[in-house]
């Protein structure tokens, strides 16, 4: 059972491997001349020893031998010593080479990753933005592609390099003395042991010193964060216990580490130095019978200690490999989500829009039947205006959600100018409504692109007259720089009632046909609040208006009030043929003129 | 007892590991230069084939022997001195929450919490750096290029060192000049990744934006061109970090190039030996290294420096709000704590260059009164609560006596013991609902907080979780709703049996008939207390003793609930617009 399902994650990791290859198909001649540089790179490194051997056995010993004249001797010398400039030289220029390409081809993948999964985003369903936390859409974006590309430059290139340095090596050393070669793997497998449970265990402790860290850390964010009610409740003593104890586990941890450090990476030297004395125990032997030269075993001693690189990194890539799996299975994961459908209508040109809306039997659920909205239906004429009200969660911002095509509604028919809005198709119906929000997102950047967003086609002459409409002019000439005002992160140097006036100011600059309002809950100071009222009015002349109101003004000289009770309409109709149906709207008005007056 | 703002002085205190660890270090070195000195030995034999089986089996014993005990000593000293930085770092971090944990809010305001928090972490950590890496490193290259020079001189010869050192000063050289470049470099790297970072967040937290003004094809516009900034940024430092190894490398190589010819001839000429040779060689292998190490340790210690500088700013600041009397109640305090609070003519700034928050103002409670506080955002209602609290003493004119005397000359430990908070922004904390609601000096029962949570309508709900009042809140807890959360803050208030009671703001998160609940039972507790109700909301407030509106920092309409409706002001005009509002909103 047990081993099926680990082949079956076999099978599944080797096409996600696959399919991650796709991003760095249009680079691959990049790897290979990449591979290509590494391989000329490890051959100058590998000589190097090769031409001090041969220093050693055919020029020094020549003239110690007295086979050579010491003239002779040193024009040799000479000469390895250009060919051993000329590598060092090679190797520098190689070196830079090969790791800018293998740099620039990695940077050019996490681009393209990145605008795929960011493009994507765009065009997905606000309902997958509901489920999912906004971080976490965003670490898909940033960095996941960073994980994923380590795969190409850390993983590929690395694992490939060392395997051909460690055979290379091997080859090298088999040709040379195969006896010598077995002597000097002998301790091996050691290190091969070794190596991996000590990445293990570093692995490990590692991550538990993180874990500790982000504990301070989010210890140290949460508690500044409310030192005043630290303070206010004289929590100061228990609270430094608690940082004394989160702070001791940081400490143990480190500690931990410092053994383990400490005791493996001294073990592997012994291992080395084992292996050393093996090859020098064993090669001393074959030098004093006369079976081997001496520069050979110098070389040998060389070879081995740089043998023992490529099998650290190779456990290390493995680790690597791992993480760049997971961060590309949250990508896929994301980029295989459906994105919204019906963007482009199915009417060619669907231009003069009037305006007239109409919901006919409408029922609406964002999950399964839990219907939100029941058989909703209403028309709202050309240039009028329908105020919505009702209880929290009675529906009221779900019609409006449904009107700017921002979810699919189950049954019933949306009609505007008599036509469906799934034909006339989301980019136009949206263009043509005007969309104001409770929550006014500011995006960082001027106060006019906040106005215009990113529409090339607005004038600041245009920015200005609408701002002017809305009355948020004023208080935009006073800011420094005015219009060219930078707003900070979140846009938190405007004050409630001032984002409100923007978002007017972004909704009517487009001119829009239909105004669709969600209206804040959150009090002003009364000036605002008189500010917005007006601007409000001027916002609805000529546009067929829908609100989720609160204020009584916007109540009141709404053409159509409806209010809604759990999913459904209950009363419609404008304020006087409402106070004279003595309902429920009757209650709440009176509720203002007659103290005495009690809601029965 | 050391001075609590001089970093060192938390060394000196671990002053015997460091010299255990630098025996330790030393012995290390003085085996390791052994070493080649050994093989050269073995070489020479070799060349002169003197040596024997037996001889030859003698060395490779003494080799394992050297590596043996470098490796017992090894582990030895990093314990000696790893222990004595973590050690110091656990302390200098107590150190610094500790401090911080006195210094008023005033501080907190001047300073970001990320700030704070990089100074415990960031900054810290390259103190231990230091002190442990950057001590042995420091150690390390003394000894091995003193002694290394040493026998490099004296047995082999003076002027093939000479000449191989001849490129080792560009390694210095070179790390000193690249490190800080690489370092700027990334910054810029990290950077311009918080640029990305903020532009994706904006754009999915704005996302309903971006569709309803069809923003997408902008929106990825704009992307592309932070996503390319990020691209030419991060290919700046590849182009720098690129060439820093190979020049290393390339660096490094050519006193091995030097060393092999002048070398090769020197043995050609029998100035020196092929063993000398090999053992130079050895040397100049192990020398590397360590000069490499100047540079970072250079690095290191400007880090270091400026670290350490940042947090000994931070431990030198002087906590402002402090108890200016013993804690034991003095001869001008009764034994008991009535609650009686009085403002005299008070007139507040948060800062002596900003605007006025409070003007003139002057209010008395009697013990057992409740007071309402109403008025727009930015009046000044919390200055109030924060004042009362002594989380800000008064600068300007005017005083603030709590049972007649000034809130400056009171304990602040018996004060704050004896007030009730309740934040406008319910702050509580990532840990257990007991521990939130217990959050007093000494931990209540859970019957106290049991009885708190059910004045405060919380306790029915806690005990449907699974956990109950076990359950861990935040992040990687249970979430509660805005409504929950205002209540275990109030539960948490209730739960210290105060004689001043301080709600701001507290009951806008929960609708008006939980809002009319919690205060019904909360009445029987209020009448034997001082209260101070902050709020927006009428309701919140209409059964206090008095009611005062605030304006820009003024009080502008005072009195009960009746008159102040009589008045036909500003507050009969909030009033009405609200009972309306609330209404519809629960119709």
Known sequence: ?600 | MVNKANLFGYLVKHKWRYVRGLFLLILINVLQVLVPKITGQIVDGLETLSLDDRKLLYYGAILILISLMTFVSHFLSRLQVAGASNRFDYEVRNVMFDHMLKLSMKFFHRNRVGELMALATNDLGSLRMITSRGFNLMTNTLILLVSSIFIMVRYVDPRLTLYSFLPLPFLVLVMTKFGPMINRRFRRVQESFSDLTRKTTENITGIRVVKAFVQEDYEKENFAKVNQENFDINMDLVRLQGIFYPLINLISSLSFLIAFVYGGNLIISKQISLGDFIAFNGYLGIIIRPVMSIGMIINFAQRAKASKERIEELLNEEPDIVDTVPDNPGPGQAEDFHGRIEFRNLTFAYDKKGPNVLENINLTIEPGKTLGIIGKVGSGKSTIANLILRLYDPLEEGQLLIDGVDITKTSLKRLRDNIGYIPQDNFLFSSTIRNNIGFMPEEPTLEEIRRAASISQIDESIMELPDQYDTILGERGVNLSGGQKQRVSIARALVRDPKILIMDDCLSAVDTDTERKILNELKPFMEERTCIIIAHRVSSIQDADEIIVLDDGRIIERGSHEELLELNGYYNRIYQRQLLEQEIETA
């Open chain 1, 1 to 600: 059972m047990d081993d099926r399902g680990k082949n079956q994650d076999r099978v599944y990791d080797r096409k996600l491997v696959w399919r991650m290859l796709e991003f760095a198909k249009p680079y691959w001649h990049y790897f290979v001349i990449s591979l290509l540089l590494i391989f000329t790179i490890t051959g100058a490194s590998l000589a190097r020893p090769y031409l001090t051997k041969v220093g050693i056995d055919k020029y020094i010993n020549g003239v110690v031998k007295s086979t050579m004249s010491v003239e002779e001797a040193r024009q040799g010398i000479w000469t390895l010593g250009i060919m051993f400039l000329v590598l060092i030289i090679v190797e520098f220029i190689l070196g830079y080479l090969q790791r800018y390409l293998l740099e620039l081809t990695g940077k050019k993948i996490i681009y393209n990753i990145r605008e795929k999964i960011f493009n994507h985003v765009q065009h997905l369903p606000l309902s997958f933005f509901d489920k999912m936390a906004a971080g976490r859409v965003v670490t898909r974006v940033t960095n996941d592609p960073e994980t994923i590309n380590e795969l190409f430059s850390g993983v590929l290139v690395g694992f490939i390099r060392s395997m051909v340095e460690m055979i290379a090596i091997i080859i090298v050393m088999f040709r040379l003395s195969s006896r010598l070669t077995m002597v000097s793997f002998m301790v091996l497998p050691l290190i091969v042991v070794a190596t991996i449970i000590f990445r293990r265990t570093a692995r490990k402790v590692w991550q538990r010193i993180r874990t500790k860290l982000a504990e301070i850390n989010a210890f140290l964010a949460e508690h500044i964060a409310g030192m005043g009610i630290i303070q206010a409740f004289n929590m100061q003593n228990r609270k430094a216990q608690e940082f004394d104890k989160v702070n001791k586990e940081y400490f143990e941890a480190h500690m931990k580490s410092v053994k383990v450090f400490g005791i493996f990476r001294p073990f592997m030297d012994v291992v080395e130095t084992l292996g050393m004395a093996l090859l020098l125990w064993y090669g001393g032997r074959s030098i004093l019978a006369g079976a081997l030269e001496f520069g050979t075993l110098y070389m040998f001693v060389d070879y081995l200690g740089r043998f023992y690189w490529p099998i650290r990194e190779l456990t290390e890539q493995f680790n690597t490999l791992q993480n760049s799996i997971v961060s590309a299975e949250r990508v896929f994961n994301l980029l295989d989500q459906e994105v919204e459908p019906r963007i482009e209508g199915t009417i060619p040109d669907y231009d003069n829009m009037v305006g007239e809306i109409e919901f006919k039997n409408v029922w609406f659920a964002y999950i399964d039947e839990n219907w939100v909205l029941k058989d909703i239906s209403f028309k709202i004429k050309p240039g009028e205006s329908a105020a919505f009200v009702g209880a929290t969660g009675a529906g009221k911002t779900s019609i409006i959600n449904l009107l700017c095509g921002f979810y699919e509604h189950q049954r019933g028919e949306i009609l505007i100018d008599g036509v469906d809005i799934r034909d006339i198709g989301k980019e136009k119906l949206r263009r043509n409504i005007g969309l104001v929000l409770q929550d006014v997102s500011l995006f960082s950047g001027d106060i006019a692109t906040n106005i215009k967003l990113f529409e090339p086609d607005i004038s600041r002459e245009e920015v200005v007259r609408a701002a002017k409409h809305v009355h948020a002019h004023e208080f935009i000439s006073k800011l420094y720089g005015a219009y060219d005002h930078e707003i900070g992160e979140g846009g938190t140097t405007l004050s409630v009632g001032q984002r409100q006036l923007i978002s007017f100011a972004r909704a009517l600059i487009r001119d829009p046909k239909i105004l669709v309002m969600d209206e804040a809950t959150s009090h002003v100071d009364t000036e605002t609040e008189e500010l917005i009222q007006d601007a409000l009015i001027n916002l609805m002349k000529g546009r067929t208006t829908i609100a989720v109101a609160h204020r009584l003004s916007t109540i009141q000289n709404a053409d159509k009030i409806i209010l809604i009770h759990k999913g459904r309409i209950r009363e419609m109709g404008n304020h006087q043929e409402l106070l004279s149906k003595r309902g429920l709207y009757y209650n709440l008005y009176r509720l203002q003129y007659d103290p005495e007056y009690k809601v029965s």
